[in-house]
C-alpha cells in the first residue's frame, strides 16, 4: 500500500543547530514528494518539492531536502535553526493520481 | 496576484445542522482541492475537482460533498453535521495537474460543532 511516514511527532533542537526532520514514503514507483510547512492559524505553505529532477532539492527559508530512492526516504534539513522555523511540517506525496497524501506532521520547536 | 481565500473562516454549528464552506482560488487556476484537518486524523483529502468536474475523491461519507463553479470557485457542504466533523478544513487550488504541480492553501475553516 502506499503511505507516508514521517518519524517523530516531535523535534526540538536548540538555535543555531542542525535540523533532521525524517520522512519515508512506500511506492513501487518514485513519485513526486513536497514539504510543507504550517504556521499556528494558518494554511500551509510550500517548502520544496522533488518532482524527479535533481535529487538534492533545495527550498525556501534554507531548507533542502534530498530524494533517496534506495531508502525511499525525502528529508529535510536545514544546517542551523532559528526561532522563526518553529511551526509544523508536513511530507506530501502524489502517487501518480490528483490528489496528496500527508504524513501525520511533526512540530518542531526551537530552544534558545 | 491575491491567495486562495475561504469564507467565513470560523463556524460553529450544532449537531444536525449543515453548513457550506466556499473556497475561490487563485486566479487562472483549475484544480481545486479539499482536505479536513484535525489533531487525530491529521490531513486527510476530501475530493478534487477540475473545470467543474470530480476527479478525485477520499474515504468519506456522503454527507460530505462539493461542487466547482464555472469560474473555479468551489463549495463544499457537509450534511447531518456529527461532533468529530469539528476540524480545520483547507482549499487548495493548482494550476492544472496536482501531481508535480504546488498545491496553494488558503488558511482554512474552522468547523466547530457543539
Known amino acids: 500500500a502506499q503511505s507516508v511516514t514521517q518519524l517523530g511527532s516531535h523535534v526540538s533542537v536548540s538555535e543555531g543547530a542542525l535540523v533532521l526532520l525524517r520522512c519515508n514514503y512506500s511506492?513501487?514507483?518514485?513519485?513526486?514528494l513536497f514539504w510543507y510547512v504550517q504556521y499556528p492559524n494558518q494554511g500551509l505553505q510550500l517548502l520544496l518539492k522533488?518532482?524527479?529532477?535533481?535529487?538534492l532539492v533545495k527550498g525556501i527559508n534554507g531548507f533542502e531536502a534530498e530524494f533517496k530512492k534506495s531508502e525511499t526516504s525525502f528529508h529535510l534539513t536545514k544546517p542551523s535553526a532559528h526561532m522563526s522555523d518553529a511551526a509544523e511540517y508536513f511530507c506530501?506525496?502524489?502517487?501518480?493520481?490528483?490528489?496528496?497524501?500527508f504524513g501525520t506532521g511533526t512540530r518542531l520547536t526551537i530552544i534558545p | 496576484k491575491a491567495g486562495v481565500t475561504q469564507t467565513p473562516r470560523y463556524l460553529i454549528k450544532t449537531r444536525g445542522q449543515q453548513v457550506t464552506l466556499s473556497c475561490s482560488p487563485i486566479s487562472g487556476h483549475r484544480s481545486v482541492s479539499w482536505y479536513q484537518q484535525t489533531p487525530g486524523q491529521g490531513l486527510q483529502f476530501l475530493f478534487e475537482?477540475?473545470?467543474?468536474?470530480?476527479?478525485n475523491k477520499g474515504n468519506f461519507p456522503g454527507r460530505f460533498s462539493g461542487r466547482q463553479f464555472s469560474n473555479s470557485r468551489s463549495e463544499m457542504n457537509v450534511s447531518t453535521l456529527e461532533l468529530g466533523d469539528s476540524a480545520l478544513y483547507l482549499c487548495?487550488?493548482?494550476?492544472?495537474?496536482?501531481?508535480?504541480?504546488?498545491?496553494?492553501f488558503g488558511p482554512g475553516t474552522r468547523l466547530t460543532v457543539l
Open positions: 475537482y477540475f473545470s467543474e468536474t470530480q476527479r
Open positions: 522533488y518532482t524527479s529532477a535533481a535529487t
Open positions: 511506492s513501487s514507483v518514485p513519485p513526486y
Open positions: 506530501a506525496v502524489n502517487f501518480g493520481n490528483e490528489k496528496l497524501t
Open positions: 487548495a487550488s493548482s494550476a492544472a495537474s496536482i501531481s508535480y504541480n504546488e498545491q496553494f
